[in-house]
Each structure stands twice: as structure tokens, then as C-alpha cells.
């Protein structure tokens, strides 16, 4: 006889990613390679020591500093609304736990990613370092982009904006998309506004979410709670 069975930790052989991308599935989503990418990304990577039994529970889970990882269903939407492709550059705002960027770089996307506190870029830092993902991180206020490798054929900003950064707008290839929150401080509508030409936008809206709020220029000031 083995030893007795113990309580192995559920996601050992990635199949609760698999779960997760399945539930994805149920509730809408229908992109199969962002499917497919987060059935084969480990969310307990990213989210803290005491959280990673609840790493594959479709919900949003915090993170040091009062941020969240946001929940699984948002990332699919924001990223299935980005229509991601090999080689796209990606400029992402609010770096968080890292699983977003990494979430992207698997769908073979090229990605900056700004975050605002320090504390949360170097652990997302050292985790793509650790599992191998090549993406360009930056400390600062992402609310004005990040102009140095504009343009971006996708921009996502995971935090919750008062309005349309127009600096984030200017930093759009032509054909590019930029998928924003914008709305009140606890609840905002999710944008899409893409750029038809040099001086042409297009704006669609994709339903109700919750985000932490986004703080800088073009942001809520720091004094937002
Ligand atoms: N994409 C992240 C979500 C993190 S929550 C993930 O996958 O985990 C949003 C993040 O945006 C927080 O970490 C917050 O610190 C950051 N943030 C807020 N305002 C910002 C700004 N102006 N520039 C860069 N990051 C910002």
C-alpha cells in the first residue's frame, strides 16, 4: 500500500484551468484560442500564498496594495474584444498580478505593460521571469500610455477610468483597439473605440463591470477611493 491519499493540491495537473475555460465557455465566451490560452494558463501563479484553492473560481481575488486580480470572465471578454493575434504589439495599463499580460503573450501577442506601484510590478515581474514570459514592464503612470513603442495595435486598460484617455487614443495604430472601463468609481461601462483612420474613431459599449479605479493624469487623482 501507498502512502495514504492526501489532499493534492487541485491544481496540479492544470486541469482546473481547464474547468475554468470551460465555465468561460458557458457564459459566453466563444474566442477558442483565448479559450484555449487560459485552459492552459496557471492562474494560481499569480494570485497570493492563501488565495490558490480559489485560483480557478471565476471570481476577482485580491492582490497587495487593495488591488484585485480581476475576475477571469472580464479578462476573456477584454481580451476576446482586443481580437488578439501572433505577433501584435499590445499595450497593456495596470499590470496587477501579471496574469492579463501573461494571458496575452501566450496568444502570441508582443506586450508592454505599465503598473503604477512598485511592490506589485516586481512580483509580476519576477513571475514572468520565473515562467519564462517575455514582456517589457514599466514603472509609471500608464493613463498617458507609453509613447517610446507606439503604436499599439491593441490597448487594454485594466482599471477603471473617468473618461476616454485621448493619450491612449493617440497611441493607436490604424486599425488598432482600445478596450477601456470608463464610468464611475465602482462601476464602469466597458469600451471599444477603434481607430478608423488618422483623425476617425469608432465607439461600441459591452455591458457593465467593476474595476479598482485607475489613478493619474488621465485617471482619477490620487486622492480616489
Ligand atoms: N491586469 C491586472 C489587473 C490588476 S488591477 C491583472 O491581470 O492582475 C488594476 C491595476 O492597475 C492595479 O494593479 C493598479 O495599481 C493599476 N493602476 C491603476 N492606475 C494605474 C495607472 N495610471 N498606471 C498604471 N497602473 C495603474
Redesign the pocket.
Known amino acids: 500500500m501507498g502512502k495514504p491519499m492526501q489532499a493534492r493540491h487541485r491544481t496540479c495537473n492544470g486541469l482546473s484551468s481547464q474547468h475554468l475555460a470551460e465555465e468561460l465557455r458557458l457564459k459566453g465566451i466563444d474566442n477558442e484560442m483565448v479559450l484555449k490560452a487560459i485552459a492552459s494558463l496557471r492562474r494560481e501563479w499569480?494570485v497570493p500564498e492563501g488565495f490558490k484553492t480559489r485560483a480557478y473560481d471565476n471570481e476577482a481575488l485580491p492582490?497587495a496594495?487593495g488591488?484585485?486580480?480581476?475576475q477571469p470572465y472580464t479578462?476573456a471578454r477584454m481580451t476576446q474584444l482586443l481580437n488578439p493575434f501572433e505577433g501584435m504589439k499590445v499595450l497593456?495599463?495596470?499590470?496587477?498580478?501579471?496574469?492579463?499580460?501573461a494571458l496575452l503573450s501566450l496568444l502570441g501577442a508582443q506586450v508592454w505593460s505599465?503598473?503604477?506601484?512598485p511592490e506589485?510590478l516586481e512580483t509580476a515581474r519576477n513571475r514572468f521571469e520565473e515562467h519564462g514570459f517575455k514582456i517589457a514592464t514599466r514603472l509609471?503612470?500608464?493613463?498617458v500610455g507609453w509613447n517610446e513603442f507606439a503604436p499599439y495595435d491593441g490597448v487594454i486598460v485594466?482599471?477603471g477610468a473617468p473618461k476616454i484617455s485621448s493619450s491612449l487614443m493617440d497611441q493607436l495604430s490604424v486599425g488598432g483597439q482600445l478596450v477601456i472601463p470608463v464610468g464611475e468609481k465602482k462601476r464602469q461601462q466597458l469600451f471599444v473605440v477603434r481607430r478608423l483612420s488618422d483623425d476617425e474613431f469608432d465607439v461600441t459599449e459591452h455591458g457593465e463591470f467593476r474595476?479598482?479605479?485607475?489613478?493619474?493624469k488621465r485617471?482619477w487623482d490620487e486622492t480616489a477611493r
Do not use: N
Not at 67 to 70: A, G, P
Open positions: 499569480f492582490i496594495c488591488q484585485t486580480i480581476s479578462v497593456e495599463v495596470g499590470t496587477g498580478s501579471g496574469y492579463q499580460a505599465i503598473e503604477r506601484m506589485l509609471g503612470d500608464g493613463s485594466t482599471a474595476f479598482v479605479p485607475l489613478i493619474g485617471g
